[in-house]
């Protein structure tokens, strides 16, 4: 199965550095701000330099968390007339599977499976590569520093997994020291995620690092040639950014990855252009 792809890129974005840059600057200096909680103050530095790209400052972003524009999909039908309970019935079915699934030797070194976390009717379905260690503990997907990173990402453009996200990898076991799945691990792993999108049917789909978008969508261009690109899955719009990982290794990497989220954001909002054509994929 081989998915197509178009090729046309989004508009870039400038970002407003000065206006954010005196944000951040009076949310660093505002009275009381010694007594934030520390959680708070290591999140704000963690992404500072997000922030300074951005449009809103750390604590407007927590205080918009719960209300994206988007508002709260968890209640809602999809386009087949499934209601929340039989999609949650279904995706405990195969998360089921996965807890049991031998299918590949990653298996034999895992401490928890971990199927993904979120709305089960999401605006946007979130792709990454695999589980590492503290995801491993905690059965869980994106929960350590990358976790705290991408959840900060989401919440500049209006997303959150508490609202209108799901977040998903494409192989459900950790790989041993973190290195990257092979095509063996992927292949066997692939299918849950598939039975996931068809599940959630999401209305659109951003796949974190290289691996995640050469698995789901059949291609090996490097990741420079894949972002501010829209492809197609099954139909359903997809874009590609750096995964977290990759901008806590490299502070280089930040401004570009803010632009794919506004790229993103503006695909959502109908202001970039979206696929010139979607084909589902057979087996």
């Known amino acids: 199965?081989?998915?197509?792809?178009?090729?046309?890129?989004?508009?870039?974005?400038?970002?407003k550095e000065e206006a954010t840059q005196e944000s951040v600057a009076k949310t660093e200096s505002a009275p009381g701000a010694a007594s934030q909680p520390r959680q708070f103050l290591e999140d704000l530095l963690?992404?500072?330099?997000?922030?300074?790209?951005?449009?809103?400052?750390?604590?407007?972003?927590?205080?918009?968390?719960?209300?994206?524009?988007?508002g709260d999909?968890?209640?809602?039908?999809?386009?087949?007339?499934?209601?929340?309970?039989d999609r949650q019935a279904r995706l405990k079915d195969i998360e089921a599977r996965v807890r049991q699934c031998t299918a590949c030797v990653l298996s034999q070194s895992r401490s928890r499976t971990v199927f993904g976390e979120g709305v089960t009717n999401p605006q946007v379905l979130v792709i990454g590569e695999g589980p590492g260690a503290e995801e491993d503990r905690q059965g869980l997907p994106f929960v350590g520093a990358s976790g705290h990173l991408l959840d900060k990402m989401l919440a500049a453009i209006g997303l959150s997994r508490k609202t209108n996200c799901y977040i998903g990898n494409i192989v459900?076991?950790?790989?041993?020291?973190?290195?990257?799945?092979?095509?063996?691990?992927?292949?066997?792993?692939?299918?849950?995620?598939?039975?996931?999108?068809?599940?959630l049917r999401p209305m659109f789909i951003l796949c974190v690092g290289r691996t995640a978008a050469h698995s789901l969508l059949e291609v090996n261009d490097a990741i420079s040639r894949l972002?501010?690109?829209?492809?197609?899955?099954?139909?359903?719009?997809?874009?590609?950014?750096?995964?977290?990982?990759?901008?806590?290794?490299?502070?280089?990497?930040k401004r570009p990855a803010w632009e794919d989220l506004k790229q993103f954001r503006a695909l959502m909002d109908g202001t970039a252009d979206g696929p010139a054509r979607t084909s589902k994929g057979g087996e």
Request: proline letters at 6%; glycine letters at 8%; a negative charge.
């Open 1 to 15: 199965m081989r998915m197509n792809e178009e090729v046309s890129r989004g508009p870039g974005v400038v970002a």
């Open 46 to 70: 963690l992404i500072e330099d997000f922030l300074r790209y951005g449009f809103r400052s750390g604590r407007q972003i927590e205080a918009e968390e719960g209300n994206s524009a988007f």
């Open 73 to 85: 999909s968890s209640s809602a039908e999809d386009e087949t007339g499934f209601a929340n309970e």
């Open 172 to 199: 459900k076991c950790r790989p041993p020291n973190n290195r990257e799945p092979t095509p063996t691990e992927r292949d066997a792993c692939i299918g849950y995620l598939r039975a996931q999108i068809e599940i």
């Open 227 to 253: 972002r501010g690109r829209t492809f197609a899955f099954e139909g359903i719009p997809v874009r590609i950014t750096f995964h977290p990982s990759a901008l806590l290794r490299d502070a280089s990497l």
